[in-house]
């Protein structure tokens, strides 16, 4: 009988002593994952020794299209084998294609204010998901830009053409 009490002890005791190394270990372990830090370090986190400069933007200036009073951004290249152009005694008239890889929302803002700082008049505007459609007029031209999201890419096609008498109809004049 004694035999099995001093075995159950034994195990007791071992018992005791793994517990305690566990305990131990947990204590160690949580100690190590949240070290003490002094408030000076501390900010010194948030506070930079040199202030932010932002990163200088390059400012690419946009080249001119063959009807040569709308502009096209340099991030654009013309894709000739779809553009077409007629030249008539008033300018050239017709479709011209570009592609890149940029936002259609750039494009679109892009384009809405350089035609309208060189003297084009927006009439209207759809956008939709895959799409988006401007329409300019200026004294007696037309143009009609549309900008087609596909994937990373943008497909602008600008259309100019001259006015066949419907802008008094249309505009209201």
Known sequence: MGRHR????????????GM?????GALCLTA???????????TGYTRNSRPYKAPKRVQTVPYPSP??????????????????????????????VYTGRVSKTAMDLFFRGDLKRHGWDLITAFSSRPATIL?????????AITLDERGPATDVR???????GLAPRLLGY
């Open 20 to 24: 305690g190394l566990f305990l131990m």
């Open 158 to 164: 600008v259309a100019v053409s001259q006015d066949l």
């Open 32 to 42: 190590c994952g949240a070290p003490y830090e002094t408030a000076q370090r501390r």
């Open 67 to 96: 009807f040569m009073d709308i502009f096209i951004p340099r991030e654009l290249s013309e894709r000739w084998n779809h553009t077409t152009l007629i030249e008539t005694r008033h300018g050239k008239v017709g479709i011209s």
């Open 135 to 143: 329409l300019f007029n200026r004294k007696s031209r037309w143009c």
């Open 6 to 17: 001093g075995e159950r002890l034994g195990r007791l005791q071992r018992c005791k002593k």
